[in-house]
C-alpha cells in the first residue's frame, strides 16, 4: 500500500516517471506468479493498463530529451504483452486530440506527435491516478 501511496505522491508533485511504473508491475508479477501478491487488486488487466500507460510516458519522456518520436516495435514488445490495448490507448489519444499525425507501419512501429507534452503527460497521469487508486481501494477493504 506504501508503494501505491508513494507513486500517486510523485504524480501529484509531476515527478513519475515510466521507470518507476515498469518496476512495480514488474515486482506485481512475480508477486503473482509466486502466489502472494503484493497488492490485493494485482490483476493481469490492471498491470496491463499500468505497463500502457507508462508506455505512453515513456513516450513523452523520450521526446522531452529529443529522441526519436517513434514507438519501435522492439520497445514495446520488451514491456508491454498486449499490443492491441497499446493500439486502442493510442487511437484514444488521437480522438482526444493529444496525439497528431497518427501512424502504424507493418513493422510495428507507431510515430505520432506530441502537440502539447503537458497537456499528454496530464492525461497519462490522471489514467495511471486511476488504475492506482483503484489499487489503493482494494487494499484498504
Keep these: ?9 510523485k ?6 516517471i515510466a521507470a518507476e511504473i515498469f518496476n512495480f508491475t514488474d515486482r506485481l508479477r512475480e508477486s503473482m506468479r509466486k502466489g502472494t501478491p503484493i497488492v ?6 490492471n498491470i496491463e493498463l499500468l505497463e500502457t500507460y507508462a508506455f505512453a510516458l515513456q513516450k513523452v519522456e523520450m521526446t522531452g530529451k529529443d529522441k ?22 493510442v487511437d484514444e489519444l488521437q480522438r ?13 512501429m507507431a510515430i505520432y506527435e506530441i502537440p502539447n507534452p503537458t497537456s499528454y503527460r496530464n492525461y497519462i497521469y490522471w489514467k495511471l491516478q486511476s488504475v492506482l487508486n483503484n ?6 477493504l
Excluded: C, P, Y
Aim: aromatic share 8%.
Design 135 to 140: 489499487m489503493l481501494l482494494f487494499e484498504k
Design 11 to 16: 504524480i501529484v508533485d509531476n515527478k513519475l
Design 68 to 89: 526519436s518520436s517513434e514507438l519501435r516495435a522492439a520497445d514495446w514488445r520488451e514491456q508491454i504483452e498486449d499490443f492491441s490495448r497499446l493500439k486502442v490507448f
Design 40 to 45: 490485493k487488486n494485482a490483476s493481469l488487466t
Design 1 to 9: 500500500m506504501q508503494e501505491i501511496k508513494a507513486l500517486l505522491e
Design 96 to 108: 482526444s486530440e493529444l496525439v497528431s499525425n497518427v501512424a502504424w507501419n507493418v513493422g510495428g
